[in-house]
């Protein structure tokens, strides 16, 4: 089945400093979501990017579909407290198909 | 988390007893489904659905039955319990079904059950 590598699987960082994160698959998706989970709660919706190529920013956070169809990153600019969480990228291949999510990325901000 | 309820929140079963998570949503969407997520795996699907009387296995459906017989309800049931069924499950819901996804089509979540299997 189709699975998404995410990476990397954990952050330390400082606060101030910016945060790349990716995901990559061995085959193409159609959309792809960036999610952001806090302790006890579900995940919500950060970006959400439907065409190759597409760059979207959401404060400060950017998100961008890869040209191939088979990756997404996601940048967080300047980070702050709040932004610990655990990230999660999904992506759907076509209409009627799962969304299928990558393990997370588990971000830590040190003030 | 807007419109999609998950019941119970917490809930412990003793092994082999049966239970059923609900899920409902009030927002006329397709797509709805059913993740647990354990420590360092992330989101698995468990079983899914594009519409109602249509559902279909995602990565983990072992142990797990569905049913889709309206479009706002989507239960998932627990048949015989085991302890490797210990996790948190969420519900989730889209306006995509067999419609694919796009702008204004994005996933919801419920905000979790928590189920300890003992």
Redesign the interface.
């Known amino acids: ?1 189709q699975q998404l590598n ?1 990476s990397p699987q954990s952050m330390f960082i400082q606060e101030g400093e910016d945060v790349s994160m990716n995901c990559t698959s061995s085959s193409i998706f ?2 792809w ?1 960036w ?1 952001k989970q806090d302790p ?6 950060l970006i ?1 990017l ?1 065409k190759a190529g597409e760059l979207t920013s959401n404060g400060r956070l950017t998100a961008q579909f890869g040209i191939t169809r088979k990756d997404s990153f996601l940048n967080i600019s300047a980070s702050i407290p709040s932004d610990v969480g655990i990230y ?1 990228c ?1 992506g ?1 291949y ?3 198909t ?7 990325t588990t971000l830590s901000v040190s003030s | ?1 807007a419109g999609v309820t998950q019941t119970p929140k917490f809930q412990v079963l003793k092994t082999g007893q049966s239970m059923t998570l609900q899920c409902a949503q009030d927002m006329n969407h397709e ?1 709805m ?1 059913w ?1 647990r997520q354990d420590p ?6 468990i079983h ?1 659905s ?1 519409g109602a009387g249509i559902t ?1 296995q ?2 983990v459906p072992n142990g797990y039955n569905v049913s889709r017989s309206t479009t706002e309800d989507f239960p998932l049931r627990l048949l015989s319990a085991a302890p490797s069924q210990t996790s948190v499950y ?1 519900c ?1 819901s ?1 306006r ?8 204004g089509n ?7 059950s928590w189920l300890t299997v003992v």
């Open positions: 089945g995410q159609n959309t979501l999610y006890g709660e579900g995940p919500v919706l959400a439907y999660f999904a759907q076509q209409a009627g799962a969304l299928i999510f990558g393990k997370g | 988390n797509y489904s993740y360092g795996m992330g989101l698995r699907l899914y594009v279909d995602g990565e969420f989730a889209a995509f079904g067999v419609s694919g996804a796009g702008p994005t996933i919801y979540f419920g905000e979790g």
